[in-house]
């Protein structure tokens, strides 16, 4: 089963904090995930690069893993 999750917020923070140098497409990222969306996928609902605890449970990805999974699910309808 094919479906799409809107990313469109978070894409566009993540690329403003891209662009503002915040940080790279290489850099390691902690990201936060909701509950189960649809068959076994669970979304990415926040993601943090500062050296803060996130108080929710996290993974650590790349900065382009995140980009590439957002922008897939973003447009799969």
Known sequence: ???SYDYDRLLNELY???EEGLIDR???IKVVRG???SNEYY???DYYYDDDEPEEHYVYLTVE???SEMEQY???L
């Open 1 to 3: 089963m094919k479906f």
């Open 16 to 18: 403003n904090d891209l």
């Open 26 to 28: 290489t850099d390691t």
């Open 35 to 37: 509950d189960k969306y």
């Open 43 to 45: 979304p990415i609902i």
């Open 65 to 67: 893993r995140v980009i």
């Open 74 to 76: 973003n447009t799969i």
